[in-house]
């Protein structure tokens, strides 16, 4: 039981996909101009990422060696497109503000690579928790991300103002994301990885 | 662990991960359509509400030139129209709804997309004052910025924005002058 | 004329990897060397300007008329995949010197957002260039936008690069070494890239 525990936090901290493995950057950079953006972006992922592992740890052991990557991949991409599909039905401005970044999770380094470490090597459950884990962990990653650029760029949080006035604007724009990036780098490495 | 290559397990193995794969999307796309496509009309026809008076019958998408455009329908007689006009702002295309009755007063316009600089040009979208000037625009006044000697205030430190925003709401009245000139002639 | 505002907006306005975050990774991963960089934007050059011409056909004459637009997604990554791998055997055979030079930058490629990016971008986006008006991209455009996208990746990649050679030199705090710093001197050059907005 301990174990399972440790598969499903390990993704928060220790191996955060983004601060500490430096996986799923772009995505990670794009769409954290504010903190909800940067929530729907992890939610997104975490659906894909839980249920592409699970498919896999179930299809692995049928798939030839040579082939698994282009299998893993088609998986992946399916799993991407019903969740298209699903948003662009039922949550139309978050799928428009999100745009191309849905469609990219197919390339997130970290879908593809949990599905390589993990869910190809375990058992359906703990492939699930992994996946929960690591979504948890980029969720939080890309929320704090958002928050950050949200207070310095526009002074408010979760689109609620606390400072008036216009806020720095250069941190909702492309160069704050990797200012912003960079400096929750160092904080993580100070404090927390340790 | 995953079971050896060889030539007729990969192919055989691949074919089938396609068509599962193809199976489960077809069969969600064919439950999704019907609701997307829902969604999507009920966008339109927010926006196209939220530019005009009530009243009278929507008709379809109707197209003259680049722009496309909606008409309200009233006892036989054209009420009010709809355009949907785009032109280039600043960091890229700007698209609007814009609300013309047929003696080219802007009765109202809306943002539907655009790529603007977050805190100048994308202001066009939230600055009271730039977007309450459009309610009632009338006709004998000049669809210019006023550093362009016409009669609208532009965004402060966004005049690109401005002009391109005007541009399109010019497009619009014009389209609509020249319709309801045919319709008079008819 | 068009085409000038194309490149030039590509290049320097809508850089790809400091304007719109596309393929952040491999830019962190393989711009340690000016030579691996170089290396780099040559392989990316060649595959996205291939691959968006193929998947801009395959979605013109195939997906589209078929009324399979949802299956774009699953398609373009297919195809890209295969490209690349496509073009090792081809290069490997043909030019073994070009091989050397790219080969290993080329597995690296089918998992580079900016690829599939630039792909899906190209289909399904307006573009506006030098204040004409907003339009879908034809071939010709296509083809040229987004080799001029792969050469605006590989300038910002050869100016990071050459950048990251110095700090390495230097004394950076502990715990700013490596990627943090990377990280931080991106956002700085993405700034006085910012200066280009506007121009076209």
């Known amino acids: ?194 | 662990m995953a079971a050896k290559s060889n030539l007729l397990n990969m192919v055989l193995c691949l074919t089938l991960t396609c068509l599962a794969c193809s199976a489960v999307l077809g069969g969600i796309y064919a439950m999704t359509k019907e609701p997307i496509d829902q969604t999507n009309a009920k966008i339109l026809s927010d926006s196209i509400k939220a530019v005009l008076p009530e009243g009278g019958e929507l008709s379809g998408a109707k197209t003259e030139g680049d722009l496309e455009y909606y008409e309200y329908n009233a006892g036989g007689a054209v009420t009010a129209y709809a355009v949907k006009s785009t032109t280039s702002g600043f960091g890229g295309p700007l698209t609007l709804m814009v609300g013309v009755l047929p003696d080219g007063t802007v009765y109202n316009t809306s943002v539907l997309s655009h790529t603007e600089t977050p805190g100048l040009g994308a202001k066009c979208t939230t600055d009271p004052v730039f977007t309450e000037q459009w309610k009632n625009f009338g006709p004998e006044k000049i669809l210019a910025v006023k550093k362009d000697h016409g009669d609208v205030d532009a965004i402060t430190a966004s005049t690109i924005t401005s002009r391109a925003y005007t541009e399109a709401v010019k497009q619009a009245v014009d389209l609509v002058k020249s319709l309801a000139k045919e319709d008079g002639n008819e | 004329m068009e085409y000038l505002f194309i490149i030039v907006s590509a290049i320097f306005v809508n850089n790809i990897m400091l304007a719109q975050f596309l393929g952040t990774c491999p830019f962190i991963g393989v711009s340690n060397k000016l030579s691996t960089a170089t290396g780099m934007s040559m392989a990316v050059c060649f595959v996205m300007t291939l691959a968006t011409l193929v998947t801009y056909l395959l979605n013109k004459y195939l997906l589209l008329p078929l009324g399979l637009g949802f299956l774009q997604t699953i398609a373009f990554i297919l195809v890209i995949a295969a490209l690349v791998q496509m073009v090792e055997i081809v290069l490997k055979k043909v030019s073994p010197s070009l091989y050397q030079a790219l080969g290993i930058y080329l597995p690296l490629i089918t998992t580079n957002c900016a690829v599939l990016g630039v792909a899906i971008n190209v289909v399904t986006k307006q573009f506006t260039f030098g204040g004409g008006p907003s339009h879908m991209l034809n071939l010709g455009e296509a083809v040229v936008y987004s080799f001029a996208t792969a050469l605006g990746y590989g300038l910002a990649m050869v100016l990071f690069a050459g950048l990251r050679e110095h700090l390495a030199l230097n004394d950076v705090p502990k715990d700013f070494k490596g990627v943090p710093i990377a990280f931080i001197t991106i956002g700085i050059l993405a700034l006085a890239f910012m200066g280009f907005s506007g121009i076209v």
Not at chain 1, 15 to 27: H, I
Not at chain 1, 32 to 51: C, D, E, P, Q, W
Not at chain 1, 76 to 89: D, K, N, P, S
Request: charged share 10%; hydrophobic share 55%.
């Open chain 1, 1 to 194: 039981m301990n174990n399972r525990l440790q598969t499903f936090t390990r993704g928060l901290v220790k191996e955060n996909p983004t601060y500490v493995l430096l996986l799923g950057l772009c995505p990670t950079l794009a769409t954290t101009t504010s903190a909800i953006n940067g929530l729907s972006m992890g939610l997104a992922t975490l659906f894909v990422l839980v249920l592409s592992n699970m498919a896999i740890s179930a299809i692995a052991r049928f798939v030839p060696d040579k082939v698994h990557i282009p299998v893993y991949i088609v998986v992946i991409a399916t799993f991407v497109t019903v969740l298209q599909l699903l948003m662009q039905a039922y949550t139309p401005a978050i799928y428009s503000a999100l745009g191309v970044f849905i469609p990219l999770i197919v390339v997130n380094c970290i879908v593809l690579g949990r599905a390589e470490a993990f869910a190809g090597k375990n058992g359906i459950l703990d492939s699930a928790l992994d996946g929960l884990g690591v979504g948890a962990g980029f969720i939080i990653s890309l929320t704090v991300l958002g928050m950050v650029r949200e207070i310095l760029g526009t002074g408010s949080v979760f689109g609620w103002k606390f400072i008036s006035g216009d806020g720095i604007l250069a941190f909702v724009m492309a160069p704050g994301a990797f200012l912003c990036m960079g400096y929750l780098m160092v904080l993580f490495n100070k404090y927390l990885k340790k």
